[in-house]
Every structure is written in C-alpha cells, then in structure tokens.
C-alpha cells in the first residue's frame, strides 16, 4: 500500500519529526512487517493489513481452524500463510496444465479438518486432446509442509482444447457434498450438451463419485454428476446464509452473472444472455426464453468478477448476508444485497488491484486476493 507524507512546509523535519520519519521508512521496508491503513467505509472503520506478499499470480484461498491460510499460485505452487507475513510452500501439488487461464486453481478445507486433515483442490489437468479440470485431494501433514497421498477424484469429460474457461470452484454444501463450476472451455454450445460436462456446476461425494440426489442420474445421454448447466465461465462460488450455492459467471462484452444455483435448472448460456460476443455480434436468441433461468443480477458493462463469498457479519454486523465480489477488470472489491440484489458498494483501494479472490477467515476478517499485487489482505475491525 502507498504510505502518503504530509509536510505543510517544505524545511525538513527536525526531532520527533526525524523519529517518526525513521520509525516509518524502518516499517515499510523491513520484511515480514505488515503496514496497515484505515478506510472509512459503508461498516464503519475498517483496517487493512497485507499477510503476505512476492505471491506469483495467486488464485484461490482457504482457511484452517487455527486461523492460517492456505493460497493457490496459478502456475502450480500451494502456500502455507501464517498470517504474520510469513509463507511456506507445501509439497505434494499435482502436475497442472498451466497455461492460458489454466493452472491450480481452487484451494476448499472441508469443516472436518480436524479430524480428516484433508485439503481439496482445483486445477486444470492435461487431457487427450487438450486440458480440463480437475479435483483431487490429500492429507495436510502435521507441520503443514506436505499434502500426503494426493489423487485425483474427477475430472471433465470429454475434454476440451484451448487455455481458457475452465471455472474452476469449490464449495462444500452442508451436506458434505462438493459443488464444482467448470466453465465451457471456449465452446459455447458445449454448456448446453448435458453428454458434457462444459459449462455446468458439478456435485459429487467426497471420493468424487456423482452424488445421490443430482437430477440427471440414470439419464444415459447426461453426465450423472451435473447439477446445472448452461453456465459461461464460473470463477466465484458461495453458499448464502441458508446454505444455498450462489455462482459468479464472466458474461462476454456485458452480461457478468450472479445466479443462486437451482437442482437441474439451465441458466441458458449461449442461448440467452447480457452482453455481447466481443466481436460486437449478437448472443444467441436475446436476453429470455423459457425454461432458462435468469440471472438475479447482472454487470453491462462486464466487470469480470472472481471469487466470492456471502459474509455471515461476525466482525461487520452491517454487511451480514451480503455478497462480496472481486472486479479483475476494474480493481474494486463489489458488495451486492437487497431484493433485488444489486450493487451497492464499490470498495477501492491498492488491495484491491485485479482482486482474483474474498474470503472469510473463522475470526470474521476479510481477506482480499490480489493477483496484481501478488499479495494477501486482511480487512478488520479498526476499533
């Protein structure tokens, strides 16, 4: 973050002056110390602090009981946050298809760790004539340095070629079920073919196989893991207060989704949507069609949302219910609520430069994402 001097003569300071000064140079380049500033914002006085910084493109995060984070690289790397600064690697990651958008992408800690000590991720996996994604899962060993006995639980079918769209979150449901967003991969209509498992929100057990109850079990022509589909491009998933799944979609040129996720529902894409191809054309049929749901908000212009989370108001009472987005385009960290939803805040500031993912830590704080930063933010309660 900046650290802004005001001097209201230009002689230089002398005495306290000269110590603070120095107290301030001191905190701002030693490593590992975390300078901190205020915001007044919609919840009253809110502390930002950076965790962590030197991160490489940092996509996903999650929390351990104990307060500690753990945070996904793109190009493959898993970090251990001890919240003090400090970062460590841990081993045992899968090999991923880094390229374009892919890459590890989601990081879940389900709420049995302390029993299970098991970590799931999402990541994008080389596949027979392209890449897809993935969800695997392994123990966190005791020092945290380590994800023991890794594998793989699901991935796509059939595949897909190209760098881009593959989602990719991870939710546990309160069931213990896992909802996972796989975007359409570059193929429009492919979100629409339930053969595949393009563009849809998947839910599956813990060992990956298609959960009981999903509604296209049994169907031969369906992958028996979709829950729904017709989606874009999901790169931020939720549950609300109630325990229901929200998803944020990328739209094209217009048309950034927010969707609460119904059991066998389409969400229409490409048949219907917001927005435009980015060459200016036409999507599909217009904005409605029945049997299609609509979206319960919508960005025009595109902001290009990212993760989100629904905030249960544990340190901010104000914000309780209310959903939180990050813009990648825009560099603003979004608050929607209301009925209607919509947007109501736009929070600012350099902690929020390409806000790749929010998230809930068990202690109520908010932590911010920064792809563009490479680092973690801390927002808390400032008195």
Same mark, same amino acid.
């Given at each position: 973050m900046r650290a802004k001097l005001g001097n209201k003569s230009e002689t230089a300071p002398k005495g306290a002056d000269v110590t603070r000064l120095i107290v301030l140079i001191f905190l701002v380049l030693m490593p590992g110390v975390a300078v901190a500033e205020t915001l007044t914002l919609s919840a009253g006085e809110v502390r930002v602090q950076k965790q962590a910084a030197g991160l490489k493109v940092p996509w996903g995060i999650d929390f351990l009981p104990d307060g500690r984070a753990l945070v996904t690289e793109r190009g493959g790397r898993l970090f251990l946050l001890d919240g003090q600064? &400090?970062? &460590?690697?841990?081993?045992? +990651?899968?090999? +991923?298809?880094?390229?374009?958008?892919?890459?590890?992408?989601?990081?879940?800690?389900?709420r049995d760790f302390d029993r299970s000590r098991e970590v799931f991720l999402t990541y994008a996996t080389k596949q027979k004539g392209g890449a897809g994604t993935a969800v695997g899962k392994g123990r966190l060993s005791a020092d945290g340095r380590r994800l023991e006995g890794f594998r793989q639980i699901f991935e796509m079918a059939p595949g897909s070629s190209g760098g881009r769209h593959f989602g990719s979150r991870?939710?546990?449901?309160?069931?213990?079920?896992?909802?996972?967003?796989?975007?359409d991969r570059g193929d429009d209509m492919a979100a629409q073919d339930l053969?595949? /498992?393009?563009?849809?929100?998947i839910r599956i057990t813990r060992d990956g196989a298609p959960a009981p109850g999903n509604p296209f079990l049994g169907r031969d022509e369906a992958q028996p893991e979709i829950w729904s589909y017709g989606h874009r491009n999901p790169q931020g998933a939720t549950l609300d207060l109630s325990g229901r799944l929200v998803v944020i979609e990328h739209g094209a040129r217009g048309g950034d989704e +927010?969707?609460?996720?119904?059991?066998?529902?389409?969400?229409?894409?490409?048949?219907?949507?917001?927005?435009? /191809?980015?060459?200016?054309?036409?999507?599909?049929?217009?904005? &409605?069609?029945?049997?299609?749901?609509?979206p319960e908000f919508y960005w025009d212009p595109s902001i290009a949302p990212s993760g989100g989370m629904v905030y249960s108001g544990r340190l901010f009472p104000r914000w309780k219910g209310h959903l939180f987005t990050g813009s990648l385009k825009f560099d603003y960290l979004s608050r929607l609520s209301g009925s209607p939803l919509k947007e109501v805040e736009r929070i600012t500031g350099d902690f929020t430069t390409r806000t790749r993912d929010v998230a809930e830590a068990p202690d109520g704080a908010i932590w911010v994402v920064s792809e563009g930063n490479g680092a973690v933010y801390r927002l808390s309660r400032a008195r």
């Open positions: 600064g &400090a970062k &460590a690697p841990v081993k045992g +990651v899968p090999k +991923v298809y880094a390229r374009g958008q892919g890459g590890l992408l989601d990081v879940m800690v389900p991870i939710v546990e449901a309160r069931d213990g079920t896992l909802f996972v967003t796989i975007g053969s595949r /498992h393009n563009g849809s929100v +927010v969707n609460r996720v119904q059991k066998g529902a389409n969400y229409g894409w490409p048949v219907i949507a917001y927005g435009r /191809h980015y060459s200016g054309a036409k999507i599909g049929e217009g904005t &409605a069609k029945p049997g299609m749901q609509q």
